[in-house]
């Protein structure tokens, strides 16, 4: 559930008219729900209940510092995946120590940046890459807070870009071989062992990979328990899909409670604290992406609307063929009702928001793509020197620009000519 929907033909975001932050703040124009978010994020503490816990929201999903800013408030931690997110995560007020840092390939000054201001935990996901910590760590005077991620191997059922957790992925640490870096772990004086972590890839609707990860990741447990290695904490990854059209994941309520469940039967669960890095799940709903039909092109084969936002814009669609529903936000003028193909002005064929839609729309009309708030403006490009949307937050009768537009000089003000003398004689 979100809190987009229409009043007497109009689409709102919270109280506010969409047609009003346009007219305000111009397209193309993210727009985040306030109350949207923190439902998303409750819907998970308040599965988790006593059981310890730590939501740490996936910043890549939607990193502006508004919507970190809301969700350290609501006591999120994060998972960051460089240290520009950890930068944005300590600007908007996080607490390092509620942060676990993911990814591949963490350089050397990103750990000493994380190590300095005391982040939760290192998912680290190679061998290398926890002798580099050690070493970092050991200069620094430090101990390193450290959890494998393993990859368990399991099918996530998702599109093949976003799954990660089979043996062909890059990410993780096989789990066959897990017990022997954990071993190493062990050994090296500059980390310690914290926890055990998994991500097995994204929007997924179906529990039945989790469960399976989770299962793995218990057997694991034992067998470093019987080697003399205690965990403190679970991390599971985020994952958890969002309906963009007719797909049906589970809540993160029943995901929670059948986690627990399974959890249950385990020796010494209860004082095992669950680790969660939902992003989509969280963002995806609770953002849209404002766009104002430019021309309507009718053709032979075709019908194209064409609009003021695009693949730079929000690029889902033409990367990952992704569905989002696109609705017009003033239905109360009569228009005549055509399909079209929704597409920007970017210089591509691939540069389309969606295709074959049926739309009663006009040159001029204001049309929402749903499902915006993850995974949107951060992908953002300038692409055909566009400069970025503006974004917006709503709460309640209230918009906020959480990010202006960007400036057309703003496009080029790192680059440089080149000094005179170099002519162009050739
Ligand atoms: N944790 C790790 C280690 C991840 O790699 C990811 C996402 C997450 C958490 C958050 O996953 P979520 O709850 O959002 O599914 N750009 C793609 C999605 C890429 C996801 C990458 N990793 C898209 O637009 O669909």
């Not at 404002?290 to 669609?317: H, S």
């Not at 793509?369 to 309640?396: C, H, L, Q, T, W």
Request: glycine share 10%; charged share 25%.
């Amino acid at each position: 559930m979100d809190h987009f929907n229409y009043r007497d033909g109009v689409l709102y975001g919270e109280e506010v008219p969409l047609s009003t932050i346009a007219e305000a703040f111009g397209t193309p124009c993210y727009v985040y729900s306030k109350a949207t978010l923190t439902r998303h994020f409750r819907a998970y503490t308040e599965a988790l209940g006593s059981h310890p816990h730590l939501i740490c929201y996936a910043v890549k999903a939607n990193s502006n510092l508004a919507v970190l800013g809301l969700l350290a408030r609501l006591g999120a931690g994060f998972d960051i995946v460089s240290v520009g997110e950890l930068e944005r995560v300590l600007a908007a007020g996080g607490d390092p120590a509620k942060v676990v840092f993911s990814g591949v390939a963490k350089q050397e000054g990103e750990m000493a940046r994380a190590l300095e201001v005391g982040i939760k935990c290192f998912n680290v996901e190679s061998r290398p890459e926890l002798e580099r910590l050690d070493a970092v760590a050991g200069r620094l005077g430090k101990v390193a807070p450290v959890s494998l991620r393993v990859n368990p191997d399991v099918d996530a059922g998702t599109h093949p870009y976003i799954s990660t957790g089979l043996k062909d992925n890059k990410f993780g640490i096989p789990v066959d071989e897990a017990l022997e870096v954990y071993e190493l772990a062990a050994r090296l004086p500059n980390v310690r062992v914290t926890g055990l972590d998994c991500h097995i890839g994204s929007q997924l609707t179906e529990l039945a990979p989790f469960l399976d990860a989770l299962d793995r990741l218990l057997l694991l447990l034992e067998t470093l328990r019987q080697r003399g290695i205690e965990v403190e904490h679970l991390d599971l990854g985020g994952g958890l899909g969002v309906p963009y059209r007719d797909e049906q994941p589970p809540a993160p309520f029943d995901y929670a409670t059948a986690l627990l469940e399974r959890l249950s039967g385990w020796e010494g669960s209860e004082g095992l604290t669950l680790l969660f890095e939902p992003g989509r799940s969280i963002a995806a709903n609770a953002g849209v992406l404002l766009t104002r039909v430019e021309f309507l092109k009718p053709g032979e084969t075709k019908n194209f609307a064409i609009v003021d936002a695009a693949m730079n814009d929000l690029i889902r669609p033409a990367l990952y063929q992704a569905w989002q529903a696109i609705l017009p936000v003033d239905t109360r003028h009569p228009r005549p009702s055509d399909t079209y193909d929704v597409v920007g002005p970017v210089c591509e064929t691939g540069d389309f928001l969606g295709k074959e839609r049926t739309l009663a729309i006009a040159p001029g009309d204001l049309l929402a793509v749903r499902s915006a708030g993850a995974y949107g403006f951060v992908m953002a490009s300038n692409y055909n020197s566009r400069p970025r949307p503006a974004e917006v937050m709503v709460d309640g009768d209230r918009s906020h620009l959480v990010r202006r537009r960007e400036r057309l000089d703003e496009l080029w003000s790192g680059e440089a000519l080149l000094p005179d003398d170099t002519g162009s004689e050739g």
